[in-house]
């Protein structure tokens, strides 16, 4: 699969929702990319920020209301970061705001 279908693929993913299985998902494929691509620093900030959602979400059950707050804005950025990629622009500088926006909305989701 070239990488653009990778991408390609990963973005449609991402518009279906985020979900504790979704975000395992994303979490290894990223993990994958961490270790194929010239993007490294990119994947490995993807794959971080989704498997944190992962676990943060793992044996507890959530409310929509609890859930919207942890993922907020999250797919979002993600897809806007890949399609950067596509693109052929790294997209590292839309890593902070999306670290921000997953320790934001952590805090949100603890209280």
């Given at each position: 699969?070239?990488?653009?279908?990778?991408i390609?693929?990963l973005?449609?993913?991402?518009?279906?929702?985020?979900?504790?299985k979704?975000?395992?998902?994303?979490?290894?494929e990223?993990?994958?990319?961490a270790?194929?691509?010239?993007?490294?620093?990119?994947?490995?900030?993807?794959?971080?920020v989704?498997?944190?959602?992962?676990?943060?979400?793992?044996?507890?059950a959530?409310?929509?209301?609890?859930?919207?707050?942890?993922?907020a804005?999250?797919a979002?950025?993600?897809?806007?970061?890949l399609?950067?990629?596509?693109r052929?622009?790294?997209?590292v500088?839309k890593?902070?705001?999306?670290?921000g926006?997953?320790f934001r909305?952590?805090g949100?989701?603890r209280r």
């Open positions: 699969m070239s990488a653009d279908d990778h390609s693929r973005l449609d993913a991402l518009s279906g929702g985020l979900s504790q979704r975000l395992e998902s994303l979490s290894n990223f993990n994958s990319l270790q194929d691509r010239a993007e490294t620093l990119v994947f490995f900030v993807l794959q971080n989704c498997q944190r959602l992962a676990s943060a979400l793992e044996g507890e959530v409310s929509v209301e609890r859930f919207e707050e942890l993922t804005g999250i979002d950025q993600i897809a806007d970061i399609r950067d990629l596509q052929g622009n790294a997209g500088a890593l902070e705001p999306l670290v926006t997953l909305n952590l949100l989701f």
